[in-house]
């Protein structure tokens, strides 16, 4: 299988207007077409391109049974919110593939999610 993708990112901090002034992290991502130094191999490899974008938000949020603090305020909490949407394309082979490479090609490309918030979450939980 191959697959050519850009991606392109930006972090919107609290002082851009966009996002009620919170901040917001977007990644987009899109295949490539054609691609002069990489070009696809329709006759040797299954083709598959995807569009997508992640949007990363954080918001405080009172801890819920927390106690108050001395001071009389609450303690709260960071809450990381992730947005995500993906559409993905599988080319039809132009090199003959067996029914169940097939399917298998097909539940493989659903895996990416997986793969995605694994990452995710160890990133996160690794770094302060």
Same mark, same amino acid.
């Given at each position: 299988?191959?697959?050519?993708?850009?991606?392109?990112?930006?972090?919107?901090?609290?002082?851009?207007?966009?996002?009620?002034?919170?901040?917001?992290?977007?990644?987009?991502?899109?295949?490539?077409?054609?691609?002069? %130094?990489?070009? /696809?191999? $329709?006759?040797?490899? =299954?083709?598959?391109? &995807?569009?997508?974008?992640?949007?990363?938000?954080?918001? *405080?949020?009172?801890?819920?049974?927390?106690?108050?603090?001395?001071?009389?305020?609450?303690?709260?909490?960071?809450?990381?919110?992730?947005?995500?949407?993906?559409? %993905?394309?599988? /080319?039809? $082979?132009?090199?003959? =593939?067996?029914?169940? &490479?097939?399917?298998?090609?097909?539940?493989?490309?659903? *895996?990416?999610?997986?793969?995605?918030?694994?990452?995710?979450?160890?990133?996160?939980?690794?770094?302060?």
């Amino acid at each position: 299988m191959e697959s050519s993708i850009v991606t392109f990112s930006h972090l919107f901090t609290g002082e851009d207007e966009g996002f009620g002034g919170h901040p917001c992290g977007i990644l987009a991502l899109d295949s490539v077409d054609e691609d002069e %130094l990489y070009p /696809y191999f $329709p006759n040797e490899r =299954v083709r598959l391109d &995807t569009s997508g974008a992640i949007v990363l938000t954080a918001n *405080r949020r009172s801890i819920i049974g927390a106690r108050k603090a001395t001071d009389g305020e609450e303690e709260d909490e960071v809450v990381v919110t992730l947005r995500r949407a993906a559409f %993905l394309k599988l /080319y039809n $082979p132009q090199l003959p =593939v067996s029914e169940a &490479t097939r399917q298998e090609l097909q539940a493989g490309i659903g *895996r990416w999610r997986d793969v995605l918030m694994k990452t995710i979450r160890s990133y996160v939980y690794t770094h302060p």
